[in-house]
C-alpha cells in the first residue's frame, strides 16, 4: 500500500506538526496534524458567537478579547498522507 501513497506528503514535510494524541505508534502513515506553512486562520463557526451583535448603524468596531481571536484561530488540520503542492522536506531528509 506504501507503493501508492505520494512521495511529497503532509507526513513527511517540515511544517506539518503530527497531533501526538491521535496517531499509530506502528503506521507512520497513518495519523493527522497541521499545517503550519501559513499562518493559522480564523474559523467563522468559532468567532461568530464571540462577536457582539452589533445595533443597526453603529460605526464602531466590536472590541474582541486577542485571546478571543487566538482560540477562534486554527492552522488547517490535514491527514498524514495528504498533500498540497508546497511540499518542502524535512532537513534530516534533504541531507540523507
Not at 461568530?48 to 486554527?74: E, F, H, I
Request: glycine letters at 4%; proline letters at 9%.
Amino acid at each position: 500500500m506504501t507503493d501508492s501513497l505520494p512521495a511529497e506528503r503532509c507526513n513527511k514535510c517540515r511544517f506539518w506538526l503530527e497531533d501526538m494524541s491521535n496517531r499509530d505508534p506502528h503506521d507512520a502513515d497513518w495519523g493527522f496534524g497541521s499545517c503550519r506553512r501559513e499562518p493559522p486562520r480564523l474559523v467563522e463557526v468559532i468567532v461568530k458567537p464571540l462577536m457582539p451583535a452589533l445595533a443597526y448603524g453603529q460605526q464602531t468596531d466590536p472590541d474582541m478579547m486577542p485571546l478571543d481571536l487566538v482560540s477562534a484561530s486554527r492552522f488547517p488540520a490535514t491527514s498524514a498522507i495528504d498533500w498540497c503542492g508546497r511540499y518542502e522536506a524535512v532537513a534530516d531528509e534533504v541531507a540523507a
